[in-house]
């Protein structure tokens, strides 16, 4: 079975080692430019989460203030989303996604976005409710059917540019409102704009 703790939990049970536990096996896997010069877990201003499957390190994540999208008092992004290969199967990305916009309410934010490059085509299907196949293998009652994936919003009207630098490397974006008014989210910068879908 998993458990998800913040990292004030993690230090309250002495298992705050766990993030670097994940981390480099991150690196051993070959994935960890999730981290390289983007994250440090004692200094990253943020809130992270840490999931186990069985009492063991199994991924993590971890909520940014949007310094990319300049509205840090309104904005949080999830970012350094991380499920270890050994268990990817068990589909803890899926239950973590939710309980960090829980995290993201209870701070305070009216919006947690996140964005993924269209190479990705599962993790983009099964965010723009394209879940069929995914849905044959679930794992957690009520993990696709719980209101959270009612309330993903892909916004077509821009694109993340995760490098201004190299701005044709483009990332979807998806958000939730947080306030359940009906929030317009307009980011100040660090998106490009797809005219195309206005």
């Given at each position: 079975m998993?458990?998800?703790?913040?990292?004030?939990?993690?230090?309250?049970?002495?298992?705050?080692?766990?993030?670097?536990?994940?981390?480099?096996?991150?690196?051993?896997?070959?994935?960890?430019?999730t981290?390289?010069?983007?994250?440090?877990?004692?200094?990253?201003?943020g809130?992270?989460?840490?999931?186990?499957w069985?009492?063991?390190?199994?991924?993590?994540?971890?909520?940014?203030?949007?310094h990319?999208?300049?509205?840090?008092?309104?904005?949080?992004?999830?970012c350094?989303?991380?499920?270890?290969?050994?268990y990817r199967?068990?589909?803890?990305?899926f239950?973590?996604l939710?309980?960090?916009?829980?995290?993201?309410?209870?701070?305070?934010?009216?919006?947690?976005?996140?964005?993924?490059?269209?190479?990705?085509?599962?993790?983009?299907?099964?965010?723009?409710?394209?879940?069929?196949?995914?849905?044959?293998?679930?794992l957690?009652?009520?993990?696709y059917d719980?209101?959270?994936?009612q309330?993903?919003i892909?916004?077509?009207?821009?694109?993340?540019?995760?490098?201004?630098n190299?701005?044709?490397y483009?990332?979807?974006?998806?958000?939730?409102?947080?306030?359940?008014?009906?929030y317009?989210?307009?980011?100040?910068?660090?998106?490009?704009?797809?005219?195309?879908?206005?």
């Amino acid at each position: 079975m998993y458990t998800i703790k913040t990292k004030q939990q993690l230090e309250e049970s002495n298992q705050l080692g766990s993030i670097d536990i994940i981390i480099n096996q991150a690196y051993a896997e070959g994935n960890g430019e999730t981290f390289d010069k983007k994250y440090h877990p004692y200094e990253t201003p943020g809130e992270t989460m840490v999931i186990f499957w069985e009492g063991k390190p199994a991924g993590i994540a971890h909520l940014e203030p949007s310094h990319y999208t300049g509205d840090e008092d309104i904005a949080i992004r999830a970012c350094r989303y991380h499920i270890l290969k050994k268990y990817r199967n068990n589909q803890l990305g899926f239950v973590l996604l939710p309980e960090l916009m829980k995290e993201a309410k209870r701070q305070g934010y009216k919006v947690m976005w996140w964005s993924l490059h269209e190479s990705n085509v599962a993790l983009n299907n099964a965010y723009q409710g394209k879940r069929r196949t995914i849905q044959s293998k679930k794992l957690w009652n009520n993990t696709y059917d719980e209101d959270f994936w009612q309330k993903i919003i892909y916004d077509k009207r821009f694109k993340f540019m995760v490098d201004e630098n190299a701005p044709h490397y483009l990332q979807n974006v998806y958000w939730i409102d947080l306030t359940d008014d009906g929030y317009d989210w307009q980011p100040k910068k660090g998106m490009r704009k797809e005219w195309r879908n206005f």
